[in-house]
């Protein structure tokens, strides 16, 4: 096995690549325990669209403690999503670098976000 390029995290106990999904030219790398400033296990995910750059060309934030943005993450090429505590946000895949999300599901249920 090659190893093209080395990914790492910002910090120890991130647990930076807990979560790796990709779509075969854009990837997704989680970080679901990275802390905010004010915030503990806020999470964060890594979008990585350049596929020869070791560099995030996108980064989504936790926005709340506890929430583990990015323990969870899903990509096609027509849409990902970033899975948060019971939210799960959504993001059109046909964009380049989104940055807006095109839905949030909350699920006040438990079990699966559909």
């Not at 990914?7 to 990275?34: K, N």
């Not at 999470?43 to 506890?66: F, H, P, R």
């Not at 999503?81 to 940055?99: E, F, H, K, R």
């Amino acid at each position: 096995m090659n190893l093209d390029r080395e990914f790492l995290g910002e910090t120890a106990g991130d647990d930076f690549g807990l979560s790796v999904t990709s779509d075969g030219t854009r990837f997704l790398i989680g970080a679901p325990q990275h802390d905010t400033a004010t915030l503990t296990d806020a999470g964060k995910v890594y979008l990585y669209s350049t596929i020869n750059s070791t560099t995030a060309d996108e980064t989504y934030v936790g926005v709340q403690a506890g929430a583990e943005r990015g323990k969870e993450l899903s990509l096609s090429s027509t849409e990902y999503m970033l899975l948060s505590g019971n939210i799960a946000t959504v993001y059109d895949g046909t964009q380049a670098l989104p940055t807006i999300p095109i839905k949030d599901v909350t699920n006040t249920n438990g079990g699966d976000v559909s």
